[in-house]
């Protein structure tokens, strides 16, 4: 690899390169990954066995806790983010549990923000704080205004922007107040990915992602990793990743790496076909108001990615609108090819114990929006076209 490209990089462009170059394994010319399709390795001499098993060496050994292709996937992902390693997993989720369950003990504290992802507010509240984790929710501009907010927090969970509701936070000044308390920071990137925040630079502790999302980008993977120091890595690699056991699969990893490298172009598309839908929409009749993540440097937020939400005033009927949607499907998740919208109020509903949507709740009359790679004018014709018929 060309050693301008190994630190954080500094441009879309750069990046972009980056990634065509993060494969760098040496399978005969190969330009992707070899899917390594083995659960183990074999080894050609007790000896060798011995050392691996002791530590003295680092081959791979049995596919649940470290694989080639995972590792090339990993790898490049480290690059992405510019950390100094990376772990991957079966799931976003997988990620955030084993990295949650690494950090934290017994009798612990995690401040975590307002509005996040429904499953990691369920796993906090249903697996953690019986575990003897306290757990507090805080506004986002808590995290950054409040000082004292971490007083004796281990862990700070954070997502910025936040799920549903698109508040931002200023990474650098919550990695700051953090270090003062001796808080660990991690932070769910999956909305922003590296192309658009990159939040080790900013002195956050811990990036990770639902890599089904933006990372795959073909809504045809469920994957999640985990970027960070080499210390805190290790901590995972030691414990939650073996014994978990929420390892990724060579071919997911596979198509990781393939969804890698148009993962500049595709965010920026993203984000083109949003910024113009977004024009139209704000004054558009029903919108009472539309919450998307504002684009500030500063912050660390470089990008608007193609996920944001509408609150709709009452003349809207939003069983309608979402029935008069064509080229938007309905659905969960987001990061794909295709627009996706969510209703709030399908989310409220969801059955089994309470979501964060609940319990923060978010405002039923509220439509996630996820702008795919279709084209930007035919997907405006249809939520336009869905939203006036949706008026009583
Ligand atoms: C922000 C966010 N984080 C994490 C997850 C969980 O990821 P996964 O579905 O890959 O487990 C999701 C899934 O929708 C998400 O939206």
């Known amino acids: ?99 949650m369950l690494a950090l934290v003990k017994p009798g612990d504290r995690i401040a975590c923000v307002e509005h996040v992802y429904p499953d990691s507010y369920r796993l906090f509240e249903r697996l953690m704080r019986p575990f003897g984790v306290d757990i507090s929710y805080h506004p986002l501009s808590a995290f950054e205004n409040d000082p004292q907010l971490l007083d004796g927090v281990k862990v700070a969970y954070l997502e910025s922007p936040n799920s549903l509701m698109f508040h931002t936070l200023n990474l650098g000044t919550v990695a700051a107040h953090a270090k003062r308390h001796g808080t660990r920071t991690v932070i769910d990137n ?62 997911e990893a596979f198509l990781l790496m393939r969804g890698l490298r148009t993962l500049v172009p595709r965010m920026h598309r993203h984000q083109d076909s949003t910024n113009r839908i977004l024009d139209r929409l704000a004054s558009f009749e029903g919108v009472e108001k539309i919450n998307t993540a504002s684009v500030s440097p500063d912050k660390g937020i470089l990008g608007r990615s193609g996920l944001f939400s509408v609150q709709f005033d009452e003349s809207v009927d939003i069983r309608r609108l979402c029935n008069a949607l064509s080229i938007f499907k309905l659905g969960v998740s987001w990061g794909g090819f295709e627009s996706l919208a969510l209703p709030a109020r399908v989310g409220l509903a969801q059955a089994g114990a309470e979501n964060s949507m609940q319990r923060f709740k978010v405002p039923a009359n509220l439509v996630r929006i996820s702008i795919g790679l279709e084209g930007a004018d035919d997907l405006w014709k249809d939520l336009s076209h869905a939203i006036t018929q949706a008026r009583r």
Do not use: C
Request: aromatic share 8%; no cysteine; net charge negative.
């Open 190 to 251: 999956s909305w922003a990915t590296p192309v658009f925040q990159r939040p080790l630079e900013h002195g956050i502790d811990v990036t990770l992602h639902s890599a089904s999302k933006y990372i795959s980008g073909h809504s045809d993977t469920v994957a999640g990793v985990v970027v960070s120091s080499e210390q805190i890595i290790h901590e995972i690699r030691d414990l939650t990743l073996p014994l978990l056991g929420a390892k990724l699969a060579p071919f």
């Open 1 to 99: 690899m060309n050693s301008e490209y190994t630190s954080p990089a500094d441009s879309a462009d750069a990046l972009a390169t980056l990634l065509s170059e993060a494969y760098g394994g040496d399978s005969g010319g190969s330009i992707t990954p070899p899917i390594v399709q083995s659960s183990l390795f074999a080894f050609d001499s007790y000896e060798a066995f011995e050392d691996r098993m002791a530590g003295r060496t680092d081959t791979a050994l049995y596919t649940r806790v470290q694989n080639p292709t995972v590792s090339a996937f990993e790898s490049a992902m480290a690059q992405a983010e510019g950390g100094d390693t990376a772990v991957a997993f079966a799931s976003g989720m997988g990620a955030i549990s084993a990295t």
